[in-house]
């Protein structure tokens, strides 16, 4: 069993395609996630906001004086750091609706009779980030006034005098009440690390090739190698367990290859339990093996078939892991949250999750618990293998 | 045109491998648009009123006092509110797994501890925040919980009323909300949800293309095939150019099914969408799918086993749409990675797409500038396709040496 | 002494289709048995479900005198099979591919080296060990086809039709090496629809067509069961009317045909066939030239027994 294992993996080296699928691809992606994310600016970096101003009667009445100073203080250059606002103003409304249109400006502040500020943000935007922090700075700025108002109906006493009220205005705009960011994982998170954590699950899936090419090679009714290896004297499940030995030892391989990769060559933290992950990748690489056994083992479909419905199920498990980018680790979290079940068969989300629950949980009991998930998949597609290839005999040939 | 309609043959015999390329992929599209743009019924553009998306937001109430209780309800009617238990796993759990872009934490003896900060004239106690890497909306949201807590000591600062009246009109305050409003347009824009669904288009478009002819049209790379026509009266150059002719048949029927799968499944939210953004959007894609067919072509040509061909036409498709900005923004790539995705096909593309998705209306200026990115994508591939012809016969002649 | 394969009222259909027609079998030890038959005639429906490969309705496979079934891997162990189709690892060498399947039925790797060593030297690839199967040519994978299935040296070879599109050179080095197979021991079934390969190297032969067994016997049997004896020709450049009816006249002449100057002569097993022809032409005075005369072959038999060629080609095609 050993030595027909050492032929397979033998052979599997030679195959110019279990190559590039196993071991090229992956280093190749994440080579390009490496290039692409080196001058990657921060989600939470805003860069200067265009925002325009309607410059009419309203906006130049003494009742938006305060508005107009807080929108110039904004956007004044800091030392060091850029302006929040980039302000263009506009004489005439119409002129204004259609630079906001034409997207010249981002959002369109206007005042009305009263002195508050109106916001129009154009349809379609790609960037409602922007849009929501300058509505955030005009809210603070409206319930500035309007505590002001509230105060002065409530306990008018407060603000008998000038200085009390400018007293007011200073503590609003202060920032004595303050917030403190703190870390709860072990390392800082980054969405980056997704990328790679959702890549090393699409390895996890990728290596199914390995599996289902070998298995190809055990069944009469699959290859004429395989009606040689049916009639031999060695039992299937000989066979079978030096195919699931070959096939694992090939995946293992690629998938150390690349979290080594990962790791050093991109430099993507595990915060110090780089130890723990060839654990994660001999789970992984189990799945993966049964993952291609279960599905060349099926009687149905063809060989073409197979193949492509191995490649293209490869990309959707791939999906939810959160590989595609932004929209796909948005889908991963919607169905995290409201399909769990969805994502716990997934041998692809499994995967990406136990190198999450290595790098963030204090505790390791989320990460085995992730292993024990990957090893019930693989169970459960090994029994559906085991069934499917019991057959020793067909129909036809 | 013998070669021509073997060759269509074969690929009409691996029906379900077009199937599966062509379907299944354009289902992720789907999925991949419902996870941001929303369902198939409706979405979220040409909405007459301004919708702010809520972030996910949890609060730990240490404090339990009047302060702190306010508190809470003010975050969670301005979020979708999540229960995060107050224990460490629940908290890494929540930050991890991105359950909420916002945790607060509300210190015990907060809210006594803001009063008297504020009537003493000193800082206030902090509020302990953990802010999830994904996006701004959760730094958005702190920066509206720092908002609430400064005018509570602002008020606290200037009266002696007890802490229930103040947190009374704390919240009152909070109904002073700039009105927004979204600009009117003469027509209604697309939905996000088909934009995001046609930038995926990419893949099947061009993947699915070139391993359609990889794996359908392999047996006409057999040598001993290639052979058997080479002894017949089809030249080589007549050979290459009915199976050039085959693979853009192919190219156009993924081209006409993506499109067909996307307008049934949103004709709903495209109603009211001008047909001609649709139809300059498709356009963008008919040219992105013309790139994949020169590219299977050019696999052809190179007479590439199935397997490589396969695996060369998905790397390829991952790649380009990755430089095209469906994955990530390019923008937040950096300049460089910018000026290199520019010379892929994929980058313009999406930049047509984009382009119709933003324009109010459909102008001569906008449909210049898709035409523009049309004829740039269909030039890579005629570039393609004559880099295959000058292959092939290189490979030809080398054959015959 | 105990057959080694015994087949008895094979049925097997492949829908309306009947491949197998209570097709029965006996393979004595130590004999070369030729299963004859045109294109789909279910000989391979036969080595396939002898070796358990393929489902039957109806009957029963015995081999070495024990009941076949697809679990008695004692029973495979003395079985070697050379399939149709080349069945190797294309990414292995030659060598490797030997060693490869010769583990499936031998675990002691310093055995199997032995054996190895022998199939590449019985087989005559020794000096293309390290060659991979793409750099082959039809001959030499074949003969690698070959030695993959007997390295484990079995007591029972299964050949289903090992010599197809392979060169006369290696047909002629695979036909001696069955032979030596033989006299080493080995029990042999040779399927093939080349009738000169069966007549030269098996002792025995059944002709088969639509799954059924039409005649069995050694090759000389076979050729006594039918009437056909000697088929003439000659080379006769102008034939009157009146000798070619004296020629049908003769007695022993099956028929007589006359046809762009080749005159054809089908005649019944005797001694005189020749010479009577001859002597009826001189009587004649009818000027001869190039005379031939060919026993029947096995495809006479055939034709005979179904009233078709065993092969599409016309008989000459097959020289």
């Known amino acids: 069993m050993l030595s027909l294992a050492g032929y397979h993996i033998r052979a599997m080296l030679r195959n110019n395609g279990i190559l590039i699928w196993v071991v090229a691809f992956p280093i190749i992606l994440a080579t390009l996630f490496m290039v692409m994310f080196d001058g990657m600016m921060s989600n939470q970096q805003a860069g200067t906001i265009a925002v325009g101003v309607l410059a009419d009667g309203n906006y130049q009445a003494p009742a938006a004086e305060p508005l107009r100073a807080m929108l110039g203080a904004l956007a004044e250059e800091g030392p060091g750091e850029e302006a929040f606002l980039a302000l263009t103003s506009y004489a005439d409304a119409d002129e204004a609706n259609d630079a906001l249109i034409a997207r010249e400006v981002e959002v369109l502040v206007t005042v009305d009779a009263d002195g508050a500020p109106q916001m129009s943000v154009p349809p379609n935007s790609l960037n409602s980030t922007h849009e929501a922090m300058v509505q955030a700075v005009l809210d603070r700025y409206l319930q500035s006034e309007a505590a002001v108002s509230e105060l002065a109906r409530n306990d008018p006493a407060a603000l008998a005098s000038p200085e009390a009220v400018a007293a007011l205005t200073a503590d609003l705009m202060g920032d004595e009440a303050q917030t403190a960011e703190v870390s709860v994982l072990r390392v800082d998170p980054s969405e980056m690390a997704r990328f790679y954590y959702a890549l090393l699950g699409f390895s996890t899936a990728m290596g199914a090739n390995v599996a289902s090419v070998l298995t190809e090679r055990l069944k009469a009714n699959l290859s004429p190698v395989g009606a040689r290896c049916q009639v031999s004297s060695m039992q299937p499940a000989r066979q079978l367990g030096a195919v699931l030995i070959a096939s694992w030892v090939i995946v293992f391989c690629c998938l150390m290859a690349a979290f080594c990769y990962i790791r050093f060559v991109a430099n993507v933290s595990f915060a110090g339990r780089e130890a723990l992950a060839p654990v994660a990748c001999a789970a992984c690489a189990l799945v993966s093996c049964a993952l291609g056994m279960a599905l060349w083992a099926l009687p149905w479909l063809s060989a073409n078939v197979k193949d492509a419905v191995l490649t293209v199920g490869v990309l959707v498990l791939a999906l939810p892991a959160g590989l595609y980018g932004e929209p796909a680790l948005g889908l991963s979290d919607w169905l995290t949250q409201h399909m769990p079940w969805l994502q716990a068969i997934n041998p692809s989300v499994q995967a990406a999750n136990a190198f999450y629950a290595l790098t963030y949980y204090d505790s390791l009991v989320p990460f085995f618990q992730t292993l024990g998930t990957i090893l019930a998949i693989a169970a459960v597609l090994f029994a559906v293998a085991a069934l499917c290839m019991r057959r020793q005999r067909y129909a036809s040939l | ?401 | 002494m105990t057959d080694v394969v015994s087949v008895s009222n094979l049925v097997k259909r492949y829908g309306d289709l009947v491949a197998l027609d209570h097709f029965s079998l006996r393979v004595a030890p130590g004999e070369i048995l030729g299963l004859l038959g045109p294109n789909g005639s279910g000989k391979t429906t036969a080595i396939n479900c002898m070796l358990q490969l393929l489902t039957y309705s109806q009957g029963s496979i015995e081999l070495f005198g024990q009941p076949m079934t697809p679990a008695r891997y004692d029973l495979k162990r003395k079985i070697g099979v050379v399939p149709q189709q080349v069945a190797v690892f294309d990414e292995l060498t030659a060598r490797e591919n030997i060693d490869c399947f010769c583990s499936l039925y031998v675990s002691d790797r310093a055995e199997r080296r032995v054996l190895v060593d022998a199939a590449l030297d019985f087989v005559g690839l020794r000096d293309f060990q390290r060659f991979r199967p793409r750099k082959l040519s039809g001959g030499l994978l074949r003969r690698l086809n070959i030695a993959c299935g007997i390295a484990h040296r079995p007591e029972l070879i299964l050949f289903d039709e090992p010599t197809v599109a392979v060169d006369p050179q290696s047909r002629n080095a695979i036909l001696s090496g069955i032979q030596r197979l033989r006299d080493e021991g080995a029990t042999v079934v040779y399927t093939s629809h080349y009738m000169e390969e069966v007549e030269q190297i098996c002792s025995r032969i059944v002709i088969m067509d639509h799954g059924r067994v039409l005649a069995q016997g050694t090759a000389d049997e076979l050729k006594r069961m039918i009437s056909t004896g000697e088929k003439i020709e000659i080379e006769v450049a102008d034939l009157p009317a009146a000798a070619l009816a004296a020629l049908r006249a003769l007695p022993h002449v099956i028929s007589a045909v006359y046809e762009a100057g080749v005159l054809r002569v089908s005649c019944e097993a005797s001694q005189r066939n020749l010479m009577d022809v001859l002597d009826a032409l001189g009587r004649a005075d009818v000027a001869v030239g190039r005379v031939w005369s060919e026993p029947p072959t096995l495809n006479d038999v055939f034709l005979e027994i179904t009233g078709r060629e065993l092969r599409d080609e016309t008989p000459e095609a097959g020289r």
Request: with cysteine; hydrophobic share 55%.
């Open chain 2, 1 to 401: 045109m013998q070669v021509f309609k073997i060759a269509l043959r074969l690929v009409r015999r691996n029906w379900m491998l077009f199937a599966i390329y062509v379907l299944a992929l354009s289902v992720m599209g789907v999925f991949m648009a419902t996870g941001v743009g929303g369902g198939l019924a409706g979405s979220a553009s040409a909405d007459a009123s301004y919708e702010q998306a809520l972030p996910k937001a949890a609060v730990i109430d240490r404090d339990g006092s009047a302060v702190s209780r306010a508190l809470t309800e003010y975050v969670r009617a301005n979020s979708t509110f999540v229960e995060v238990e107050d224990g460490t796993f629940a908290l890494q759990d929540a930050a991890a797994r991105d359950v909420a872009s916002y945790v607060l934490v509300i210190p015990a003896g907060y809210g006594q501890g803001l009063l008297e900060a504020a009537r003493s004239g000193g800082d206030a106690p902090e509020l302990e925040c953990i802010v999830s890497y994904m996006g701004a909306s959760g730094s958005l949201m702190d920066e509206r919980v720092r908002s609430w807590a400064q005018e509570l000591y602002a008020l606290a600062a200037a009266s002696t009323a007890p802490v229930e009246e103040l947190v009374s009109w704390v919240e009152g305050v909070q109904d002073a909300r700039v009105p927004v409003s979204v600009a009117a347009t003469e027509q209604e824009g697309v939905p996000s949800a088909y934009l995001i669904y046609c930038q995926f288009a990419t893949y099947p478009l061009f993947g699915g293309v070139a391993a359609i002819v990889a794996t359908g049209l392999a047996s006409l790379r057999d040598p001993d095939v290639r052979r058997r026509v080479g002894a017949s009266c089809v030249g080589e150059g007549s050979f290459a150019r009915q199976v050039g002719a085959a693979i853009a048949v192919c190219g156009l029927v993924v081209w006409a099914a993506n499109a067909a799968f996307g307008l049934a499944l949103y004709h709903g939210s495209l109603e009211g969408v001008p047909p001609a953004s649709v139809a300059l959007m498709l356009g963008a894609l008919l040219a992105l799918g013309l790139v994949g067919t020169a590219f299977g072509f050019l696999l052809s040509q190179l007479g590439v086993s199935h397997q490589v061909a396969h695996a060369v036409a998905n790397i390829a498709s991952m790649v380009l749409t990755f430089l095209a900005g469906t994955w990530v923004s390019i923008d937040q790539m950096g300049a460089g990675m910018e000026a290199l995705a520019r010379f892929t096909p994929g980058y313009w593309c999406v930049d047509a797409l984009g382009a119709v998705y933003e324009a109010p209306a459909v102008t001569g200026e906008l449909v210049a500038r898709v035409a523009s990115d049309a004829l740039l994508v269909a030039l890579f591939a005629a570039v393609i396709a004559l880099v295959a012809v000058v292959a092939g016969r290189a490979r030809r002649q080398r054959a015959l040496a």
